[in-house]
């Protein structure tokens, strides 16, 4: 049996990724920061959080990777664990540096000292590409990061590198272009759409405040990426590797197939300053050939299947929170403004 080590199991593709090796016969750990309130929702969205191995691991600290590596004695490491909000970026840059960036570098160290025959995953991003005119983007294509998230990630990706060439570490970068799905983060659009567009179908909000609507990216499905990241790991070789659609939409279209799903008028949705950046990747569009080629991995969830999949979890997760039903979710929790909201009684 092989032993896998997540740092940043409490996020979306954490969660998917442990569900899927727990599904391969892994042994799963999973690294998670401490905080006031514990964030598992996922992992029992899933039925897994009484099936992984859960070890505080805070990538600002050293001595909980290391102590991490030391419980879970790992054949393979995935690191998911980042500030990976784009827009929080901006205003916490350094702070974005130290987690994003550093953080990598902190475990690549750890590794190197516990046991450099580790394979290691890094979660690159389609965003270090950033502003650049060609219609597609694949492993040789050049960088040119605009965000600090983007730069983090990018110094990562670097260092990744570095380590494989320097001390021959089967280090791996996956470079993934924008995946979603009902476990993905409220702060991000199409999670944002999916909500808040199913709050507005039912009655339970009136209107979606959003920002630059003419950004395209490349939207995959989530559970596809995380298998992915797994066929990377079992290369002979460590390598870099694109994962993506190969399609582009803009945000306006997510919108607009959102509403036609949910039955609802996309006249309801507005932008706001708020919402902008200082700078925006305009389009994302990615070359998935070498991923097809070598790992044969291909996305099989394509646009309009995904805003559905979004769509549809999302009012169901409304209607049954109408119910008074209870069960793991993050948006119940999150906006307290809502009509329903009102209704519930106090404490
Ligand atoms: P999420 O934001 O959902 O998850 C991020 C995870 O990192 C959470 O578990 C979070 O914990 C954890 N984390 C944050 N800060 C720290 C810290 N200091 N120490 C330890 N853990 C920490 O991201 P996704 O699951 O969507 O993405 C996974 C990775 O892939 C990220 O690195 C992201 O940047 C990258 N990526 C994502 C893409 C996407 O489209 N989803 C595309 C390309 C790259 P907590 O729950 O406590 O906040
Ligand atoms: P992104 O995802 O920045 O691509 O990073 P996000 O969903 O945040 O933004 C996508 C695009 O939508 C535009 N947009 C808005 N974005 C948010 N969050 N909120 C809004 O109200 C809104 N209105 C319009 C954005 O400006 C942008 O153009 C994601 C993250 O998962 C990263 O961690 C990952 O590396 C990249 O995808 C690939």
């Known amino acids: 049996m092989k032993n896998a080590l997540i740092t940043g199991i409490t ?79 901006f205003v916490q840059p350094l702070y974005t540096s130290d987690v994003t960036g550093f953080g990598s570098v902190r475990l690549l160290d750890e590794i190197l000292k516990f046991d450099k025959k ?16 060609s219609p597609t ?57 999916s909500n808040e567009v199913a709050k507005i179908s039912l009655g339970l909000s009136k ?4 920002g630059n609507l003419d950004a395209k990216r490349d939207w995959g499905y989530a559970p596809e990426f995380v298998e992915g990241m797994w066929k990377m790991l079992q290369q002979k070789n460590p390598d870099d590797y694109v994962l993506a659609t190969n399609e582009t939409h803009t945000v306006r279209e997510f919108v607009n ?15 706001s300053k708020q919402n902008l950046r200082p700078i925006d990747v305009q389009y994302l569009r990615g070359d998935y050939k070498k991923a097809k080629r070598k790992l044969g991995w ?14 549809d979890e999302d009012i169901s997760r409304w209607e049954r929170w109408i119910k008074r039903e209870y069960f793991p979710w993050d948006a119940a929790t999150f906006g307290h403004d809502s009509i329903g909201m009102k209704k519930t009684k106090k404490l």
């Open 298 to 311: 291909s996305p099989k969830t394509k646009f309009k299947k995904l805003v559905k999949i979004m769509v």
């Open 118 to 133: 580790i394979k290691i995953y890094q979660a690159s991003s389609s965003e270090m590409f950033g502003e650049d005119n």
């Open 11 to 89: 996020g979306q593709d954490g969660a998917y990724l442990a569900d899927f090796l727990l599904g391969k016969g892994y042994k799963v750990f999973g690294g998670y920061r401490r905080l006031s309130t514990p964030n598992f929702w996922r992992l029992y969205h899933l039925g897994i959080h009484d099936k992984v191995k859960l070890l505080p691991l805070d990538v600002l600290d050293s001595h909980s990777i290391s102590e991490a590596l030391v419980a879970s004695a790992p054949n393979e490491v995935y690191h998911l664990a980042a500030q990976s909000f784009v827009g929080a970026s």
């Open 137 to 193: 983007k694949n492993e040789t294509s050049p960088f040119n990061p605009v965000s600090p998230y983007a730069v983090a990630k990018l110094y990562s990706y670097w260092m990744v590198r570095a380590y494989r060439k320097g001390y021959g570490m089967h280090a791996t970068n996956g470079i993934l272009f924008n995946h979603e799905s009902p476990l993905r983060g409220l702060e991000f659009v199409t999670r944002k759409i």
């Open 257 to 271: 197939e959102a509403c036609k799903i949910a039955g609802i008028s996309s006249k309801s949705i507005q932008t």
């Open 207 to 210: 209107s979606l405040k959003l």
